[in-house]
């Protein structure tokens, strides 16, 4: 049974507090895999290295409800500033000998599992046929794997100037070189997080994106040619995803998915996919949970519409924390997302900035939550540590309304369940009392945890959700923390301040907090929020030669 093979692993995979997930406990820096995977022969399409001259879009303004009223036509430059803000390098880092970059888009043990790919019609610029292309962040520039049919396009999507699809891949071995069985724990995540950093990247063209709940992974695998054996031999194969249909304009939400997969099957194929280390270790638990969750795709549910955002409350006129002068500029924004290696555990943050990052998580009709198909199952375990006007203690953010009775029912141990903020977000809270250590300890004692302003556990509506989608919603479930995450991390920038993903928590000793049994509720993720203290050894350039800060 699949939902077993579910179960299984992520029980298999949790941490302890005297045992971690199985993994090789070192690191073998021989084999440690290329960061950037390329296609070998094919012709590659430089994007553009400035943004297109547009109309400037406020960073609130990506959260707007509905469509803009003039969305840009889908081009080569507006292409090249999507992917540039969702997956391109957003920095070269160096410490004595060791030089790495970083992307707009985080990663577990920033190594980088997600591989993007496009599929487009003829657009001036790209091609005169319809194509296929990787996206080589390193270069920022476009791979083209296929050429095809551009009248397929057309039939399957229309106009290629309002429509263009996103797929997004997974490298397991990335992940599973350094973190073993939990790996693919991880590349879920990381795909979250590039969805959301599309999703909103979408947005400063005013685009929308929304995953495509009907396309099986097989049909994603023959539409990228992840499924071209003769295209992968040494490679390591990547694992289908998500597709993402973008759309410019009030196009359907919908591709066609037989027509363009047939026609890039036919078409003219270019490129061998790079080999990112000579040897590799089998994880065997990872192959079964990839294949017990393969998604075959489904009819998306019909579900009631997402409200419009709240009323945020005004910033503060002295705020807590220092004042920021960085005009919010989205792209600016994206650019200078970091995860903070450690926080200064003294400053607080004010009541506004709190509540506007956590009307930002709630799901609403904007970026990033319209790219869903599917109703909010994750809501925050929050450890409230410095909040000014809050109470540090123990609370909850439901972020679905009929998750709080579940939650109560769920939750095995005598909490408050008092109303904690106006109406703004439904924020309750559980206990009272100082709670950095607790925090600090069940994220694998991370000083993180316990040093900045909040952080919290990510709480999967686990069971029911599995039981209503099946098993390959167990990488939705991840998918959905990552991109609560994205939204963090840019909220926490936004804020004058820096966020950080946690993977590494101890799985069941956060569920004895919350008096949790069995698979009702799990906890999938982690995250903190704070005041950075930065780490000066460290130097830094810009994530492309021709950039200048
Ligand atoms: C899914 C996920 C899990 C992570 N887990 C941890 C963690 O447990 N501890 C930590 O210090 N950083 C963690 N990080 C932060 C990554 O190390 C960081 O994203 C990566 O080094 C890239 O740096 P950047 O976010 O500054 O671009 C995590 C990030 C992600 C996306």
Redesign the pocket.
């Known amino acids: 049974m699949n939902a077993d093979a579910v179960v299984r692993y992520h029980d298999g995979t949790k941490h302890h507090f005297h045992r971690f997930a199985p993994s090789l406990g070192y690191l073998d820096w021989a084999s440690q895999p290329h960061p950037f995977r390329s296609f070998d022969g094919a012709p590659v399409v430089p994007l553009a290295h400035r943004s297109p001259a547009v109309p400037p879009v406020t960073y609130d303004q990506l959260f707007q409800p509905g469509p803009p009223a003039r969305p840009l036509p889908i081009s080569i430059a507006t292409i090249g500033d999507m992917l540039r803000h969702a997956l391109g390098l957003?920095a070269w880092k160096q410490f004595r000998e060791s030089r790495w970059a970083?992307?707009v888009n985080?990663?577990?043990?920033?190594l980088h599992p997600t591989e993007a790919y496009m599929a487009i019609g003829a657009v001036s610029g790209l091609a005169e046929t319809a194509g296929v292309y990787h996206y080589a962040p390193d270069r920022h520039a476009l791979e083209m794997r296929c050429a095809f049919a551009a009248e397929a396009w057309r039939a399957a999507c229309g106009d290629p100037s309002r429509t263009l699809l996103v797929a997004l891949t997974s490298i397991h071995w990335r992940e599973a070189w350094k973190y073993g069985e939990r790996a693919f724990r991880?590349c879920q995540?990381?795909l979250g997080?590039a969805v959301a950093a599309l999703r909103l990247s979408a947005a400063l063209a005013g685009w929308r994106a929304t995953l495509q709940p009907d396309w099986p992974q097989r049909a994603i695998a023959a539409l990228i040619g992840i499924d071209r054996d003769d295209d992968y031999v040494e490679a390591e194969r990547e694992e289908p995803g998500c597709v993402l249909l973008v759309t410019a304009g009030d196009e359907a939400d919908r591709a066609g998915l037989s027509g363009l997969v047939d026609a890039a099957r036919r078409g003219e194929w270019h490129g061998r996919a790079s080999q990112l280390s000579e040897d590799h270790v089998e994880w065997t638990f990872i192959d079964e949970v990839a294949r017990a969750t393969e998604d075959p795709g489904r009819n998306p549910p019909a579900l009631p519409a997402l409200p419009d955002p709240p009323d945020l409350p005004d910033l503060p006129d002295r705020p807590a924390l220092p004042a920021h002068e960085r005009a919010l500029d989205p792209r600016a924004l994206m650019l200078q997302?970091?995860?903070a290696?450690a926080f200064d555990g003294r400053s607080a943050i004010d009541l506004a900035r709190f509540v506007r990052m956590l009307a930002r998580v709630m799901p609403g009709a904007h970026a990033p939550w319209d790219a869903l198909w599917w109703d909010a199952r994750i809501h925050l375990a929050l450890f409230v540590e410095r909040v000014d006007g809050i109470d540090p203690g123990l609370y909850l953010l439901p972020r679905h309304p009929t998750a709080v009775e579940r939650l109560k029912a769920a939750f095995g141990r005598d909490f408050l369940w008092e109303s904690a903020l106006d109406a703004t977000v439904p924020l309750i809270r559980l206990a009272r009392g100082d709670c950095r250590r607790l925090a600090g300890r069940l994220?694998?004692d991370?000083d993180?945890a316990a040093d900045g302003f909040f952080s919290l556990g990510m709480l999967a509506d686990f069971d029911a959700s599995l039981e209503t989608f099946g098993p390959s919603f167990y990488r939705h479930l991840f998918w959905e923390s990552?991109i609560v995450?994205q939204v963090l991390y840019l909220e926490a920038e936004a804020a004058g301040a820096r966020a950080?993903?946690?993977?590494?928590f101890y799985d069941d000793p956060v569920h004895e907090v919350l008096g949790l049994t069995g698979h009702t509720f799990q906890s999938l993720?982690h995250f903190t929020v704070g005041l950075p203290v930065e780490d000066t050894r460290l130097t830094t350039e810009p994530g492309y030669a021709w950039e200048t800060r």
């Open positions: 957003s970083l992307r985080p990663s577990s043990g920033n991880y995540h990381d997080h997302r970091r995860s290696l994220s694998c991370q993180i990552g995450g950080t993903g946690i993977g590494c993720y």
